[in-house]
């Protein structure tokens, strides 16, 4: 009870954000959502079933390329699109894992990196249909949904909150179920849980998949309410960046992602302000992570004082 | 009484090292059965095969008529085999509740906390459920561990070196609840304490370098010269 009120108070708190915020914030605040949504489903497989993935960009690329694709190519409306590149992304993670599942720890990593890689390169190579290096940017039709104008500030933004209070309210079903329960049993001891019955290629799979829809959701819902599609969307910065917001955030914690994304948004902007070299305060801040503070803020907070946080 | 688990000529090696070499061992249901050896006999290399935590080079198993000689383990454990590790094996970070209830919810998710609730109540270690499991005392966590044997709803049941690490008194406990399982559940014991073996056991087998050297009932096993020679008379 408790724990789905702290959720809805979240959700109420980020709506009423639109209303004292200026509309410079409230634009970051809609990509911070979003960028949640992509960081909530790495969480999953990172924070909850111990998958290591460095090929995430790949998931977001796909949902991003295939909604914007479709509206590009097709006309696609912003409803249709995003469905589409939610989809795609579940598709892409679970052909990934088909293959990668095969290999843990340090191998599962590089495969995915490579998996990552391969599908920039493909990006590049079909420059005449995705537009390569430049991208694309998205006609303002296939920016509209029910009516809705997502370019503008308000609809843009109900729409990021609407995309993220789903996806926070099912990671939280999620993750307090029987099959989340199954998944941390596998970050915690695979072998143990095959010798429970569990199929751990199967469970492995099926939570990929599912991060990868939150990333094909992310990275789709990124194409349609900021206009652009790029293959910088899919180099490993964008592997990388889910990463840092969950273990900034607390891995294994569902408001984590939101708090480590935000803060490292605020943390890259900040920076970026003061030097063009930002990435290396990003790199710095994951180096200091590591190994001040390996669980997180919300992992510390939970494990000090608040054990009932999910 | 009829055969639950059959094995033919079952084998694996390491290289050179015969680890289990061709046994044919039947276990029958209802019993307790244990198995005995010197260190290194392959008795958990035998027991893995069962379970398939590994996968024999040659020969049969049979669970009741059906061949599972391939089958990956998480199947065989829906079938009914279930295995509790010589290491204790649980879930150290999770909640005691938690582990059991990952037992439980792989037989299907009615009624979670009853049989959880159940499952706990077997071993002794209600009051418990909300204690995370690596702060559980040694003795507790090995009866974790057969907590989440046991709410598999096994057919089989087996037990590596479950008394290994424990107090006198908590060795009393575990075997008046191992009797308690028969005949519902079968239970395949590896143990090195002899008094354990000859109290709780109504058939023994005794491996020594991957091969059967007898089975038989306590009291033959006790008076068998091989067995003497190999084990009990050093």
């Known amino acids: ?310 | 009484m009829a055969s639950l688990i059959e094995t033919h000529d079952l084998t694996l090696h390491f290289g050179g090292l015969k680890a289990v070499d061709g046994v044919d061992f039947s276990l029958m249901a209802g019993e307790i059965h244990a198995l005995i050896g010197p260190n290194g006999a392959g008795k958990t290399t035998f027991v893995s095969l069962l379970s398939g935590r590994r996968m024999a080079q040659s020969g049969t198993i049979h669970l009741g008529t059906e061949d599972i000689t391939h089958l990956p383990a998480h199947i065989r454990v829906r079938k009914g085999i279930a295995y509790t590790f010589q290491i204790t094996s649980i879930f150290p970070r999770l909640t005691v509740f938690d582990n059991v209830a990952l037992a439980v919810q792989a037989q299907g998710a009615k009624d979670l906390h009853g049989r959880t609730q159940a499952a706990l109540a077997r071993v002794g270690l209600v009051g418990l459920e909300e204690q995370e499991a690596q702060t559980l005392a040694y003795g507790h966590q090995r009866l974790l561990e057969l907590a989440m044997g046991l709410a598999l709803n096994p057919r089989v049941l087996i037990l590596d070196e479950p008394t290994q690490g424990l107090a006198a008194s908590e060795i009393e406990g575990f075997k008046r609840l191992v009797e308690s399982l028969v005949p519902e559940t079968t239970v395949l014991l590896i143990e090195h304490n002899m008094e354990v073996v000859m109290d709780l056991a109504t058939r023994i087998t005794v491996l020594n370098f991957g091969q059967v050297l007898a089975t038989g009932t306590p009291e033959e096993i006790r008076a068998n010269p091989l067995v003497q020679e190999a084990y009990l008379g050093a």
């Open chain 1, 1 to 310: 009870m408790k724990v789905w009120a702290l959720h809805l108070v979240l959700i109420a708190v980020l709506f009423a954000a639109q209303f004292l915020l200026s509309p410079y914030h409230t634009t970051n605040l809609a990509r911070i959502m979003v960028l949640a949504v992509f960081a909530m489903g790495y969480n999953l497989a990172f924070g909850y079933t111990g998958l290591l993935s460095l090929g995430h960009a790949l998931l977001l690329g796909a949902g991003m390329y295939a909604a914007g694709l479709s509206a590009q190519l097709w006309g696609f409306s912003a409803g249709p699109a995003l469905i589409v590149g939610t989809v795609a992304g579940g598709v892409m993670a679970a052909a990934v894992g088909l293959l990668a599942l095969r290999t843990a720890g340090v191998s599962f990593m590089i495969v995915t990196l490579m998996f990552a890689q391969a599908g920039y390169l493909t990006i590049l190579y079909f420059a005449p249909t995705t537009g390569g290096d430049e991208g694309f940017t998205l006609a303002a039709a296939s920016r509209t949904f029910a009516g809705f104008d997502l370019s503008t500030d308000t609809p843009r933004f109900f729409a990021a909150l609407a995309l993220f209070a789903l996806g926070l309210l099912v990671s939280l079903a999620l993750v307090r179920s029987p099959f989340g329960r199954t998944m941390v049993a596998m970050r915690e001891n695979e072998e143990r849980s095959r010798m429970l019955g569990y199929n751990p290629f199967a469970v492995k799979l099926a939570a990929l998949t599912i991060s990868g829809l939150y990333a094909g959701a992310a990275g789709a819902a990124y194409a349609l309410l900021f206009g652009y599609v790029g293959a910088s969307f899919t180099t490993i910065q964008y592997s990388i960046l889910p990463m840092l917001y969950v273990l900034l955030g607390g891995a294994g914690t569902t408001i984590g992602p939101l708090l480590g994304a935000a803060l490292m948004f605020a943390l890259i902007e900040a920076a970026s302000g003061l030097t063009t070299a930002y990435l290396f305060l990003v790199g710095l801040a994951l180096v200091v992570l590591v190994l001040f503070a390996p669980k997180g803020i919300l992992g510390t907070i939970r494990e000090r004082w608040l054990k009932w946080l999910p």
